[in-house]
């Protein structure tokens, strides 16, 4: 009886596992209550970043851009290690 339960706690687990990669292996998508953004490319923030300096960092075409693929983005509040899209295509 314990080997079948421990062969069952492997089989789910390693369902689990396959499922968690494929969703991420799909891409990045970024999401907030009824507006999303596909994200082709992340940066993470470094210390002392800003919306400007990472707009310019990655020649991002305007503020407005960045922030249709940063939904969630604070320009006042970055953190170190913050994920932030460079790349990306806003959908709304």
Do not use: R
């Not at 396959?18 to 009824?34: C, N, P």
């Not at 953004?37 to 851009?65: P, Q």
């Amino acid at each position: 009886m314990a080997k079948s339960t421990n062969t069952f706690a492997v089989a789910l687990n390693l369902i689990l596992v396959v499922s968690l990669m494929i969703s991420v292996s799909e891409g990045k998508h970024i999401g907030v209550h009824g507006f999303d953004a596909d994200c082709d490319s992340v940066y993470g923030a470094e210390s002392g970043d800003s919306c400007n300096s990472v707009i310019e960092k990655f020649g991002i075409s305007s503020l407005d851009f960045f922030i249709s693929i940063n939904p969630n983005c604070n320009c006042d509040a970055f953190f170190e290690g913050q994920w932030l899209c460079v790349d990306g295509n806003p959908n709304e």
